[in-house]
């Protein structure tokens, strides 16, 4: 008996069904009576943060590199797979919750803050639940979570970071020569200690709001999302996302 799935995405088509068909995988109409859900871009990945999938989830054709499949390989990963194999792949990646007086937002990728302007640098604060951790003049900080660490942060020159090890901390090009990254656990907490312009709050890639200083940004993980990881294709060629 194959696995079942359920697509979340509008980048599919009749084409990516077809090859799915083709591969012996079963569509379901609902998600509640699939066994796995293929996730289909970045914006269908991150909507699981506020409406979590009933059943893991597999991202695909997303940014999240190794923790996911090409959109050309899904067929190919999945055919004549069954549900039993799913057991043992189910990894939960952390949700980030942050909250700035009160307002909340969620990210499964990663959290930001950055100056508004080009060509202009704000001083930040980053500690955790041991202290401060660092203060530094840059144009931003990321936090990213295991899923979103080959995204923006890495770009920065953060870590990868596998399932299950924590968060990066990254200052984005950091007025310094010698920048420090850091791999902590939450809470974390961010601070604008001065500001040059506007600095924005991102969460998974959208800007959610104006931070100014004397508003701490506490991020914690307070939910988490089961994402799949992808077992190897028939012939054991692993052709999983690019970094």
Known sequence: MSVTVAVRGTETGDSFEEVLHDSGVVLAARET??????????????????????VPALPVATSVGRHGVAREAVGEVLGGLAPAALDGRVVPHPVLSADVAGDEARGLLDVALVTSEPAHI???????ASGVL????????????????????????????????GLAVVPVSPYTTKPRTWVVDDPVTLDVERDESPVSLVVDGRARRQVTVDEPVRLTVDRTVDLLR??????????????
């Open 122 to 128: 704000s001083e930040y604060t980053v500690a955790d």
């Open 230 to 243: 992808p077992p190897l294709p028939a012939d054991g060629a692993r052709r999983l996302e690019k970094l």
């Open 134 to 165: 660092g203060s530094f003049r840059a144009d931003g900080v990321v936090v990213a979570t295991p899923a979103g660490s080959a995204g923006y942060s890495h770009a920065t020159g953060g870590p990868l970071l596998a399932a299950e090890t």
């Open 33 to 54: 009576a699939a066994d796995l859900v293929l996730a289909v871009g970045d914006v269908a990945l991150c909507s699981l943060a506020d409406d979590p999938a009933p």
